[in-house]
């Protein structure tokens, strides 16, 4: 299905990234596994074999994204596929004495490096008629308490999203965006997973009984960037168990 591309998946040295990246490299893509954590995207390529390539870098630092652009671009050749997928989650409200910091952080990993990473392999993809995928959330739908941070953010990428599609259509690019709901990842195991009265609230919303797995969003992902999905642009996928339907 996806013989002959090559797929930067950022954030995926765990959790959405590196189940996705082990689904496109099944599907015949070649991945650069990307990763602030070096050792843990050098192990999901180890997993994948000789297909991908790990790269540790923090995409919140644009020349370094700009770097990895370069280095991707000689070391597999230009990309066709990226996965904007490197988040965190802050779940603190403005009263809290983190907040600022709170702020920042989460604008530069969910917000700021999905700019920086799309400029970096812009040309790329314009080279190659590319194609985008973003990780937003179901929180640019629906709010939950002390989440004002990461909801903003998640806003942002689905704004993002829309922006860019209408934007990069013409050379050929499509971009979309894969908005998760409850997914068990690292990125929440010290948050709902261990709070069985969150868990709680959150399950009463999701009519499939069960919370999601990272393979859960992979499918939708791989969906998006084959040519299954050629022409959908602009659209956020909710992969979210039913959560928005009650």
Not at 102 to 119: C, G, I, P, Q, R
Not at 153 to 175: D, H, M, Q, W, Y
Not at 220 to 227: A, G, I, K, Q, T
């Amino acid at each position: 299905m996806l013989d002959g591309h090559i797929a930067v998946v950022t954030g995926g040295g765990s959790g959405i990234g590196r189940g996705t990246a082990l689904v496109l490299a099944e599907a015949g893509a070649r991945v650069a596994v990307v990763d602030i954590d070096g050792a843990k995207a050098e192990a999901v390529a180890d997993e994948i074999g000789a297909a991908a390539k790990g790269y540790e870098v923090d995409v919140t630092d644009a020349d370094a994204c700009q770097a990895l652009a370069g280095r991707v671009h000689i070391e597999i050749g230009p990309a066709s596929i990226l996965f904007n997928n490197a988040g965190i989650v802050r779940r603190a409200g403005l009263s809290s004495n983190t907040a600022r910091q709170d702020w920042e952080d989460t604008m530069a990993v969910n917000v700021n490096a999905l700019f920086y990473m799309t400029h970096a392999f812009l040309e790329q993809l314009k080279e190659t008629k590319g194609r985008i995928v973003n990780t937003g959330s179901i929180q640019s739908h629906v709010h939950t308490p002390n989440s004002v941070v990461y909801t903003t953010s998640k806003g942002a990428v689905k704004n993002f999203t829309v922006g860019l599609a209408a934007e990069l259509g013409p050379f050929g690019i499509r971009v979309n965006a894969v908005a998760p709901g409850l997914i068990f990842t690292p990125i929440n195991e010290d948050g709902i997973q261990k709070k069985p009265e969150m868990l709680a609230r959150f399950m009463q919303h999701i009519p499939l009984g069960r919370p999601g797995a990272p393979e859960d969003i992979a499918g939708p992902v791989l969906f998006l960037v084959s040519d299954l999905a050629q022409y959908v642009t602009g659209v956020t996928l909710a992969a979210d168990g039913g959560y928005l339907t009650v």
